[in-house]
């Protein structure tokens, strides 16, 4: 049975299969991670995080390390760190890392900026292995990292690339909050607005590190939202769209 011929009987054997979640299948899939992303899919499109009042919302604050800015030019992810949140309550135990072979070339500047090594990326699992771990472990929770858009643009490649799997998670930058305070808010790097809140600044640029710095700081601001009276999500989007 040629690789067509397995998709197509796939999809007639789910009825479900839509061609925007997989687009062929992957070298290294199964059925059972297969049986995951669809449900997971499906979790996605069923979930809603807007009114969920804010010291209840469970997020994910995550963050990456990658060789560089472009995913679409060649760049990959070298490691993810995570930690889970409820409210403002970071749940310590409830954390993700691992290190990703890129099976590309790590510029010097990054290795010495992370502290990584050529040896450990070498024995590291790959980018498609770490990717199902890590999807395992945020489920369809909302997402929340520090420059966001960096962190979205190579979840949303890799995923797609390695998986074939749309990557639809709701990703919230930390300046999401912030804006509620500083409509006019600066792109600061994440060690500087930390040292600003009082937040203590670890191992900056370790990954898991990071996630946990920023993790803080969404839970200061979480905080500090409702102080003032907002409930959830949805009025901070409706009162952020009024002042934009």
Wanted: glycine content about 4%; aromatic content about 10%.
């Amino acid at each position: 049975m040629g690789m067509n011929d397995m998709v197509r009987f796939f999809r007639q054997m789910t009825g479900k299969l839509g061609s925007h979640i997989y687009a062929g299948m992957p070298p290294h899939s199964n059925p059972q991670q297969m049986s995951f992303l669809r449900q997971l899919q499906k979790e996605m499109k069923e979930g809603n995080s807007l009114d969920c009042p804010l010291e209840e919302l469970p997020v994910v604050v995550f963050d990456l390390e990658t060789t560089g800015f472009y995913p679409e030019k060649g760049d990959g992810i070298i490691s993810i760190g995570a930690v889970k949140v409820i409210g403002s309550r970071i749940l310590d135990d409830e954390v993700f890392y691992s290190l990703i072979n890129p099976e590309i070339p790590v510029p010097t500047n990054v290795l010495t900026l992370t502290s990584i090594t050529e040896k450990e990326l070498m024995a590291a699992p790959k980018t498609s292995e770490v990717l199902i771990e890590f999807l395992n472990f945020i489920g369809s929770s909302v997402l929340v990292a520090h420059h966001a858009k960096h962190e979205l643009a190579f979840m949303k490649k890799f995923t797609s690339s390695h998986l074939r799997f749309n990557f639809e998670h709701r990703v919230i930058d930390t300046s999401f909050l912030i804006k509620l305070f500083q409509p006019v808010v600066s792109s600061l790097p994440l060690e500087q607005i930390c040292i600003e809140c009082g937040i203590e600044v670890n191992d900056r640029h370790h990954a898991l590190s990071d996630a946990k710095m920023a993790a803080n700081l969404w839970t200061f601001y979480l905080k500090k939202a409702r102080e003032q009276d907002y409930r959830n999500l949805r009025e901070v989007y409706e009162y952020l769209s009024l002042i934009r």
